[in-house]
């Protein structure tokens, strides 16, 4: 269709990604679907889906009847997202990938792949909005909001916001698989990935373990109590329960033991019984490596919602801006296992104003 504005659709096999697609077709949009292959150490492993993904993909763009192109960012991958993901882990810190992906190659090297195909905008199926109040782009929570993503997009830049188009921000979920299924799309009932952006379901310490390596050493309690051994800091996250391998230690009750800290300089883990235990509990936090998505930082006067975790409801709290790229996060109550890494992520009402790495 001539004249018609291209948009090219990031499309990844899943529903979402597939139903923003046809939607942008149905409005009469010149539509492109771009598979991106991010990650081929390991494609022929069990757990690796590039395979489905694009025969998914490739029929889903049969069906609702656009063009597709196949590319392969594996190089930038590595380069910009898995080598900052290694370091930070082996420093002991948690990252997430999954902003660092957006940021860096879902809304980097993709949107500049789609300019070079012509197009004049972007679209994902990300569970977000975007809209533009006087001359500036604002990034917004989803209609759904328990299906929100605006979490993992705080770090895209004005320039990149400006290019984006969220099909999906307005709908719910279960319409979107109704809108998926009544088109016939062949993958409407297809189950949600789950896994980090690049290493899919695969069981993550395991894979981290071709990469680090192991640092074996002491499991203290707070108190100095030496309860077991931990196979190297790196593979343990604050607040984690599941695989810390302690139960039933001699003299301790059988109450469930989470990681509460990790101190470097000794190679110890820091243990605590019970969800509850006051070192998982913070009220503040320090952040850097500040990105103000909607272009404005946040002000000391005014009220903010946050949250220090993708899942987490926002919780109230104030900012104080620091000489630098820096940021202390005052919350009205205790945050639980607030983890370095992990992103602080900001929230003006339905805005989403940015956020930076827990220090």
């Known amino acids: 269709m001539s004249g018609a504005e291209r948009v090219v659709v990031g499309m990844s096999g899943g529903v979402d990604s597939s139903v923003a697609a046809l939607l942008l077709k149905r409005a009469g949009f010149d539509v492109v679907g771009l598979f991106m292959k991010n990650w081929e150490d390991d494609d022929d492993d069990e757990y690796c889906s590039t395979r489905e993904d694009l025969i998914d993909v490739v029929s889903v763009a049969d069906v609702i009847g656009i063009d597709l192109e196949v ?71 989803a209609a759904d909001t328990g299906k929100d993503q605006s979490y993992f997009l705080h770090r895209l830049s004005q ?14 979920k279960p319409e979107v698989r109704r809108i998926a299924a009544e088109a016939g799309l062949p993958n409407h009932a297809k189950k949600d990935s789950t896994g980090i952006c690049f290493i899919g379901e695969r069981p993550f310490r395991e894979f981290l373990n071709r990469y680090l390596p192991k640092k074996p050493g002491v499991m203290r309690t707070p108190e100095g109590r030496k309860v077991g051994e931990h196979v190297g800091l790196a593979f343990y996250t604050i607040g984690q329960r599941k695989g810390v391998g302690l139960g039933g230690v001699k003299g301790a009750p059988e109450v469930p033991w989470f990681v509460a800290q990790k101190d470097m300089a000794a190679n110890e883990l820091i243990v605590v019984q019970g969800h509850d235990h006051p070192l998982l509990l913070r009220r503040s936090l320090h952040a850097q490596d500040l990105a103000w998505v909607s272009g404005d930082a946040p002000n000391a006067s005014m009220d903010y919602g946050a949250k220090t975790r993708y899942r987490q409801p926002d919780s109230p709290c104030h900012v104080a801006g620091l000489p630098g790229d820096a940021l202390d996060v005052e919350f009205d109550a205790p945050q639980w296992a607030v983890t370095p890494g992990q992103s602080v992520v900001i929230y003006r009402d339905e805005v989403c104003l940015g956020g930076g790495i827990i220090q």
Do not use: W
């Open 71 to 141: 590319v392969n960012f594996s190089a930038e991958y590595k380069d910009r997202v898995f080598a900052s993901f290694l370091t930070e882990y082996a420093a002991g810190r948690t990252p997430n990938p999954d902003v660092l992906c957006n940021a860096e190659i879902k809304f980097k090297a993709f949107l500049d792949h789609a300019m070079r195909m012509g197009a004049t905008r972007i679209a994902t199926g990300h569970y977000a909005g975007v809209r533009e109040r006087d001359g500036r782009f604002e990034l917004l929570r």
């Open 159 to 172: 320039a990149q916001l400006s290019k984006v188009m969220f099909p999906l921000s307005e709908i719910a």
